[in-house]
């Protein structure tokens, strides 16, 4: 399915066009494209609708959605998400992200000083365009400010793609249309610089001289004030006749880096991260010249870290109009993690730092980076991060700017010292887990065995790297019952099941790898010993039993199991695993301990608890004659 927005509102499916012919439900898609593969409440959508909406409008509005389902033959695309709905877009699908992408691969091509690519580039994505953003949807406030964007966008694109072009010494060729840009956009001053420029380099240099008469006049008579310093040097070099005017174009402005990676297919659910992400920026004013913000997503291995902290950005990015960074620190990764002086350079080399002024040392390269973020509003998407001490060089020292780090770690040190936000992700509730199972198998598969599952979700622990595995198998064999593969992973090797075949790294097993593997020896120790403790929960003494350490050891390690999102504390002072992540402390165990090993853990473990019943027992029933507790040794004693 095609997308269409650069122009009037269109939709394809494999190559025919689809009619929209209720206005309704044109500007209802046109409001959901409008943040695509993001949730829109309520209250936008009817702002959308209507001016004054009736008392009916939210019945209604439901009705427009599902027409619409109806009318795109896809009712899974568009889905409820809390209090509003979502549309799902599939990468390429939509004009106006295919537009973005070339943009900034023009950009990259031009960095890397292929200029001839650059342009074609930039020629594609403006053949995008065929006509005004939405021009045949009512301007309501959403869909005007998206227009406004794109258009802003546009015009980046086409003044970049003259500036190209006169690079390459097309200056007759670019005449016409930066004469037809001057005229529409008449308050523009970079057109009419180059303009003058391509006039002047095409032997017509009073008619270059002119422009710059006009464009004088124009501003004084109807803003009152000069034109731009770059403007009046140019005009001041050509009254001179400088002919270094001829071989190279003027200074280009610093590049706008689009670095967020492709958003999550099927993205559900987490309405409530979403609004404290929505509350911690508003709170921190990031984007709008406040202090700046800084929020830290943390959770364990495959609950969605990285989905959340990229759906959110796309979803805010039009705030940030001076870029968006992203990098994966690989702090659990099987590559090697990116030390801060590696992270910093390819940060200075997205913000145009050329190789020849790339510091050596990580304090400079630090404060080059904060210079060139100074007085840019930026999103700075920090990926993967290991520890507090890797993100703090990557900070921007200024105002406006926002940054959003992921990481298994609860990176504390940066909400002690940084003044971070911390937003805890857990696995989906029940009702998210359907709806992913409904984004790649559809309402009906999933409808037809709801018990099925809702089992296969409780086998995949609700973790949403688990449940898209599973339903990545599922929709694979689209005649398989669903029914048939929750046997298969109740009763086999779930760890080894919840894989993709042919892609290693897109493994349950392999997630939590790249965690375990980041332990001191004593935690690992400690964890595969907890896997194998009988029980579904355990307190600081009974895991100081299973481990043969001193309490004071116990906390520390279960802090830092704890801290890595291995252990949750579930209530005060009790510690459980999640149910995928037990079952591979038990493999590690079988793995990396003897049986030995593995069986005196048990034994101190119930030797505890025995010690503990006895215990009771000696206060509640001292006047009870009983066999004295043993704990595997011949009796000693008994009570009278």
């Known amino acids: 399915m095609e997308f269409g927005v650069l122009g009037p509102l269109a939709v394809r499916s494999d190559g025919e066009a689809m009619r929209l012919t209720a206005a ?70 939509l004009d106006a992200d295919r537009f973005g992408e070339l943009a900034a ?56 793609r003259a500036d190209i072009d006169l690079a390459l010494g097309r200056h007759a060729e670019v005449v016409p249309e930066l004469t037809l840009l001057v005229d529409e956009h008449p308050y523009r001053e970079v057109p009419r610089h180059h303009l003058m420029l391509a006039l002047y380099r095409s032997g017509r240099q009073s008619e270059a001289l002119e422009v710059f008469r006009r ?36 200074p280009s402005s610093p590049p706008v880096p689009r670095e967020l990676p492709v958003g999550t297919y099927g993205f559900t659910g987490r309405a409530d991260a979403i609004e404290a992400l929505d509350e911690a920026l508003a709170g921190d004013h990031g984007g709008t010249g406040g202090p700046v913000a800084l929020t830290v997503i943390a959770g364990p291995a495959g609950v969605g870290k990285t989905a959340l902290g990229v759906h959110w950005a796309q979803r805010i990015m039009h705030r940030f109009p001076n870029g968006q960074l992203y990098l994966n620190l690989r702090g659990y990764s099987a590559e090697p993690r990116l030390r801060p ?41 920090l990926d993967n991060a290991a520890s507090a001490e890797q993100v703090r060089p990557l900070l921007p020292g200024t105002l406006g700017c926002l940054v959003v780090v992921t990481s298994r770690n609860r990176l504390s040190g940066l909400i002690v010292r940084e003044g971070a936000r911390r937003i805890t992700l857990d696995v989906l509730t029940p009702a998210e887990a359907r709806e992913l199972f409904v984004s790649f198998l559809g309402e009906r598969r999933v409808t037809a065995e709801p018990e099925a599952v809702a089992e296969v979700a409780e086998l995949c622990g609700r973790l949403p790297l688990a449940l898209r595995i599973a339903a990545t198998h599922l929709a694979d064999r689209p005649l398989r019952r669903i029914a048939d593969y929750a046997a298969e992973l109740a009763e086999g090797n779930r760890l080894a099941a919840l894989e993709i075949s042919g892609d290693s790294g897109t493994a349950v097993r392999a997630a939590l790898d790249e965690s375990y593997e980041t332990l001191a020896p004593e935690e690992r120790r400690m964890f595969r010993l907890l896997g194998i403790a009988p029980g579904t929960d355990f307190t600081m003494e009974t895991a100081a039993a299973a481990s043969d350490r001193s309490t004071e050891q116990t906390v520390r390690l279960l802090d830092r199991l704890a801290a ?16 995928l992540v037990r079952l591979y402390a038990q493999a590690q165990a079988r793995a990396e301990d003897s049986d030995d090993e593995r069986g005196e853990a048990v034994r101190r473990v119930y030797r505890w608890y025995l010690s503990g019943a006895e215990s009771a027992a000696d206060l509640l029933y001292s006047h009870v004659l009983r066999w004295a507790a043993t704990y595997g040794y011949p009796a000693t004693r008994t009570r009278p």
Not at 220 to 246: F, N, Q, S
Request: hydrophobic share 45%.
């Open 105 to 160: 691969e023009a950009g990259r091509a031009r960095e890397s000083g292929d200029l001839n690519r650059a342009g074609e580039l930039l020629t594609e994505a403006l053949a995008l365009w065929r006509g005004k953003a939405y021009g045949d949807i009512a301007q309501t406030p959403l869909i005007r400010e998206t227009a406004a964007r794109l258009e802003e966008e546009r015009l980046r694109a086409v003044e970049e």
């Open 564 to 579: 890595a999102h291995l252990l949750d504390e579930r209530v005060a002072g009790r510690f459980a695993f999640k149910d």
């Open 215 to 250: 464009t004088r006049a124009l501003l004084i008579e109807e803003l009152g004030i000069e034109p731009g310093p770059e403007l009046r040097l140019l005009h001041e070099a050509m009254l001179r006749g400088e002919v270094d005017l001829w071989p190279s174009p003027r």
């Open 24 to 93: 309704k439900q044109q500007t209802l898609l046109a409001a959901l494209l409008c943040h695509a593969n993001a949730p829109v409440s309520l209250e936008r959508l009817m702002e959308a609708l209507w001016e004054e909406p009736p008392a009916s409008a939210t019945a209604n509005l439901r009705l427009y959605v599902h027409r619409l389902r109806r009318t795109l033959q896809a009712p899974q695309r568009i889905t409820s998400h809390g209090s509003g709905y979502l549309l799902a877009v599939r990468p390429g699908e």
């Open 341 to 381: 002086l590696e992270a910093l350079t390819a940060l200075l080399r997205a913000l145009g730092t050329p190789p020849q002024r790339m510091p050596s040392d990580t304090a400079q390269a630090a404060a080059l980076y904060r210079s060139l973020m100074a007085g840019r509003r930026m999103l700075v998407l």
